[in-house]
């Protein structure tokens, strides 16, 4: 049973801004809905406004220009999978589009309903951080863009003022030598809520790692880089001991708890597991 | 007994339309969505009910004020213990006519104390579902927590907290043969190990609902989903209204897996409607249907076997201990299965078996496919594999020299009257495997083996009958009648397929009215993998009666002799010159207008005994036994723990097929079913607080993570069922779980002893292997 709430439907960017910043925290924006909806059947959420997006034109698509590549808020996951582009700068995000949720879920799922839900194993967001994306929110006091990796500030807390809205997420299109991947620990392989999510995205040059970004999903409030990790990496031949050296580093910055899906230490020697692994593939992908 | 004296061939048989994989009559409606289910009933002027749920297992109830609940505009009824002090439900076996029920009645709402959480404290009745719900959130309750038990073996002990009875076990099973100390002092090596098996929740499709009203001869009627519509003896003992004033309708089940074969919202629907005199739906959410109905039992089983150097078992000693939850609803039955199949289908002339099942606060456990035998199964197969490891023998070779043969006594010393092809199964299923994938790095290959024994049939001493009618029209098709309830399996069309093949007609020529407690012939539960056995033949009976009374003026019309007829494809001829021929139609028209018999009601009887010998557990305790074999091929992450079934073979003796597509679908799906069960299905409670309520949580295998399931289906043509049918319900799943926990074990070189076997239950295992 849904509690009463109105139902505000926008025609334009203006004026879901509009009735945003009239609203505040009172409104609830709708993209997908796969969160939002099973949050207010079980009454978690008692807005006093769902604001649906779905008629705002121009909040869907996928552009790659000047050297960036952005994403409307409503491009969908099932959007990732068929573009070209996504495959080309964020291998990482389709191998993560790719085992998210069940494929009803994936055509009407958004990368910004993934980001703006908050949860630390929501599965595009390791691979976003992996490829330095950041979020623009909009209001009607302009636009800005928070790094992704400074959008969290604690569990189920972000950067987001109540009366903004996502209206893109964009990042730089990697460099040739470049190796992104990512890979989700699970109890299934369908339609399941992640243990461990690990990104990795890895530049080589001149047999020396010059870009070292590692992000993993469900072992924090947030989905969180692993910067110790990284800065064990970045600058220095990637030799097995040094990426051993590195996986442990990430096991060691992480702060997984017990859930019903695993325990805090499972979860952790898994992050040393998956972060050399992923580390080691990307090495032998560009060598 | 020797070999020839088992029903072990019926050679030269020629079926016209059994065996095939005939479209069920019961497929086009529902790839349509034209098929009804119980939810889809509706009646104007209808109320909706809600069940409001403690939220704590053991407590007692000090206040429940629904005095605001009540004063809510559209809200018309509210219960409470109050309201029917004197009504309880029985949760013992139904139908059952060969011993005294045992004394298990229980509340129907909660009087004083809470047992399990969730458990029933009021009923509402409101005009709309949100009325009902905002009812629901209005009703006061307040419940002092006490002490709770939530460890069978806890609850064994002294001063534990008694949540049945005065102990709390709530049945003890004993099985004893030959002499156990000299099997042991025979035996070169002794393997002691536990299993331990998990609660397990059905997660049909479709979670419980009916409608109830009372109709123009002031009979309470209940439309519901369910597995059994003789529940509604209970169901009218609760309610105290004669039998005949309440009648059960069922509706094509989405699922039963023994989950809906308790009495679930019948009695609710049966009160509310009783009170209101109005009709009244009740749908549970998934969340109340986890909280609804009871679960698989987890069961600890200690096994200690005996063997000899060259591989045989000379004696098994077995300690069970399972959990039934807070009431006892079937649990004594379940446990019985799991101490007469605690051998499995080996031969063992040493045993001693000791099973019991304790009360606690936890979620009652009741009836789940496999019904104790499943369990027994887990722990024996993987304890196969143990022994033959200990001796260094292979482990299919380790199996051969024990398997029981056909004309073997099984544990209770009874010997099954069908074929016993374990061998068979095992070989096949075990060769379907074909070349082994290599391992590579970190993923490891493993492959395991398990045979099964499972009975179809329930058990002897419930004196189980079924009852079918047939008939046939003017226009030669046929009317089938019987109380049998269909639960997805395909129970209806295979009696319209037994009755076509018999009658000679065409499958769309025969229609199946089923599931009425009071217009349908009782036909008996859908559970036990009997629905088949035991309808099947009671339909065979009757279409055999009416075809034989057909013949015979088949025979002089045709100017032949009765044996002489045959019918086929609504054509009736002289089987050595075809050319003598008619319609069936034409022929049922003559005889009707001589007024013979067109129909008959006949009954079937399973073999009526007494029970086990309470001391040995020597008797018979089923009809029969189906046999079969697992084979399954994994990869298993070392590093991660993560499991892929690569390769997934079922051989089963069916006996004979009735639809083979229906057949190969309860294959598919009981290895989906024994798949979750061993890797990834885990109900967590905390405190009997279910903490995984929802299928976010509650995992089972998607498309995504099941293999290629192939098939192979035996037809030994032995068992008890319609031309020599086995059941194939239950037998389908009993070998998945140990066939997995097998072939993780081969791979990775230690054992798990723990279902589900988690990835970090493997983990775990590989870190203490690793040390």
Redesign the interface.
């Known amino acids: ?1 849904y509690g009463e709430f109105d139902l505000t439907l926008p025609q334009t960017l203006q004026e879901a801004v509009k009735a945003l910043n009239a609203a505040g925290k009172d409104a609830v924006p709708l993209a997908g809905g796969t969160n939002v909806l099973i949050d207010l059947r079980s009454q978690r959420l008692v807005p006093k406004q769902i604001m649906d997006l779905g008629r705002v034109p121009g909040l869907r698509g996928i552009v790659v220009e000047g050297g960036r590549v952005t994403l409307g808020a409503r491009t969908t996951v099932s959007d990732l999978l068929a573009s070209p582009d996504i495959a080309r700068c964020g291998p990482a995000l389709v191998q993560a589009a790719t085992v998210f949720a ?1 494929q009803m879920v994936r055509n009407t799922a958004t990368v910004a309903g993934n980001i703006a839900c908050g949860s630390p194993a929501a599965d595009l967001v390791p691979p976003l951080l992996s490829l330095d994306a950041e979020v623009t929110l909009t209001s009607t006091r302009g636009s800005r863009t928070v790094a992704l990796c400074d959008y969290y500030t604690g569990y189920k807390a972000d950067a987001r003022a109540p009366d903004e809205l996502i209206t893109a997420i964009s990042w730089p299109v990697p460099e040739a030598n470049t190796f992104g991947t990512f890979y989700k ?1 699970a ?7 992640t ?1 461990n999510g690990v990104a990795v995205s890895i530049g080589i040059s001149d047999g020396r790692c010059v870009r070292a970004r590692i992000a993993l999903g469900s072992v924090a409030p947030i989905p969180m880089r692993a910067c110790n990790a990284e800065s064990l990496l970045e600058g220095q031949v990637l030799t097995p001991e040094r990426i051993a050296a590195a996986a442990k580093a990430a096991a060691e910055e992480c702060s997984p708890i017990d859930d ?4 805090g230490a ?1 979860r952790r ?2 992050v040393e ?2 972060v050399a ?1 992923l580390v080691e593939n990307a090495v032998q992908a560009m060598t | 007994m020797t070999v020839s004296d088992v029903n072990e061939t019926q050679p030269n048989l020629r079926f016209s339309q059994i065996g095939k994989p005939l479209t069920r009559t019961d497929s086009p409606g529902k790839a349509t969505g034209r098929t009804p289910y119980a939810g889809d009933y509706v009646m104007p002027g209808m109320l909706h009910a809600k069940v409001v749920r403690a939220d704590i297992a053991s407590a007692r109830l000090k206040r429940l004020d629904v005095s605001k609940a009540r004063a809510l505009p559209g809200v018309v009824c509210v219960l409470t213990a109050q309201d029917m002090p004197d009504r309880t439900i029985a949760t013992d076996i139904p139908g059952q006519t060969g011993r005294a029920k045992l004394k298990t009645d229980q509340q129907i709402l909660v009087k004083e104390r809470v047992r399990y959480f969730g458990e029933p404290l009021a009923l509402i009745a409101a005009e709309t579902p949100d009325i009902a719900e905002q009812a629901r959130r209005l009703i006061e309750f307040e419940l002092e927590p006490i002490p709770g038990v939530y460890d069978p073996e806890e609850a064994m002990k002294p001063g534990a907290p008694i949540v049945q009875g005065t102990d709390n076990i709530v049945a003890t099973h004993k099985i004893r043969k030959g002499d156990l100390e000299a099997g042991f002092a025979a035996a070169d090596v002794i393997i002691e190990n536990t299993y331990i098996t998990p609660f397990q929740e059905h997660a049909f499709l479709e979670p419980e609902v009916g409608l109830a009203w009372i109709d123009e001869n002031e009979v309470i009627t209940i439309r519901v989903c369910t597995q059994v519509i003789e529940h509604f003896r209970a169901v009218a003992d609760a309610v105290g209204v004669p039998h005949n004033k309440l009648r059960v309708m069922g509706a094509m089940v989405g699922g039963g897996f023994g989950g809906k074969e308790d009495v679930t919202v019948e009695t609710y629907l049966a009160i509310l409607a009783q009170k209101t005199r109005k009709p009244v739906r009740l749908e549970f959410t998934r969340e109340d249907s986890f909280l609804g109905h009871g679960k698989r039992h987890p069961i600890k089983l200690k096994y200690r076997t005996g063997v000899t150097r060259d591989g045989k078992i000379t004696a098994l000693d077995v300690q069970v201990l399972a959990d039934a939850g807070a009431y006892v609803y079937l649990s004594p039955y379940v446990l019985l299965y799991c101490a007469v199949n605690a051998p499995g289908p080996y031969r063992v002339d040493n045993l001693n078996v000791f099973a019991q099942a304790v009360a606690t606060n936890n979620m009652f456990s009741s009836a789940f496919r496999g019904f104790g035998g499943i369990q027994a199964a887990a722990a024996y197969e993987q304890q196969m594999d143990e022994a033959a490891n200990a001796i260094g023998m292979d482990r299919i070779e380790f199996r051969r020299r024990n398997y029981l043969k056909t004309g073997d006594p099984i544990s209770t010393g009874f010997v099954p009257p069908s074929a016993i092809w374990t061998e068979k199964c095992v070989d096949l299923a075990w060769q379907a495997l074909g070349e082994p994938t290599p391992s590579k790095g970190p993923i490891k290959i493993g492959r395991g083996i398990a045979a099964s024994q499972q009975s179809y049939g329930r058990l002897t001493f419930l004196h189980d009958t079924s009852e079918a009618w047939v008939g046939i029209e003017m226009d030669g098709t046929v009317t089938v009648r019987s109380g049998v309830t269909d639960i997805g399996a395909g129970q209806a069309s295979s009696l319209a397929q037994i009755a076509a093949e018999i009658i000679g007609v065409t499958l769309p020529n025969v229609n199946v009215y089923n599931s009425d407690s009071q217009v349908t012939p009782l036909a008996g539960t859908s559970t036990a993998s009997r629905a088949l056995y035991m309808t099947g033949n009671a339909a065979r009976l009757a279409a055999q009666a009416v075809r034989d009374r057909l013949a015979v003026v088949a025979a002089e019309l045709l100017k032949a002799e009765p044996a002489q007829i045959s019918m086929e494809f609504n054509q009736v001829f002289v089987t050595d010159d075809p050319s003598r021929a008619m319609d069936i139609a034409d022929l049922v028209k003559v005889c009707a207008s001589r007024g013979v018999h067109r129909s008959e009601l006949a009954i079937f009887r399973a073999p009526f005994t007494d029970v086990l010998d309470p001391e040995t557990g020597q008797g018979q305790a089923h009809p029969d036994y189906a046999y079969g074999a697992q084979a399954i091929e994994v990869a298993v992450d070392i590093e991660t723990g993560e499991v892929t079934v690569l390769k997934c073979i079922a051989a089963h003796d069916v006996g004979q097929c009735i639809n083979r597509a229906a057949v190969d679908g309860q294959i598919h799906g009981g290895t989906q079913n024994g798949l979750g069960y061993a890797l990834s299905e885990e109900m967590l409670y905390k405190e009997g607080r279910l903490i995984t309520p929802s299928f976010s949580e509650y995992l089972m295998p998607t498309a995504m993570d099941m293999p290629h399931v192939e098939t192979i289906i035996l037809e030994s043509r032995s068992g008890l069922g319609p031309f020599g049918a086995k059941g194939i319900g239950e037998p389908a799943m009993t070998p998945v779980a140990p066939a997995v926990a097998n072939a993780i074990a081969d791979a990775i070189g230690v054992r798990v002893f723990e279902m589900p076997i988690t990835p970090e239950r493997i983990w775990r295992a590989l870190e203490a292997a690793r040390g």
């Open positions: 049973m069940g620990l109890r299934r392989k369908g339609d399941a809520i243990v019903v899906r695993a325990t499972y020697r898994m597991v998956l692994r």
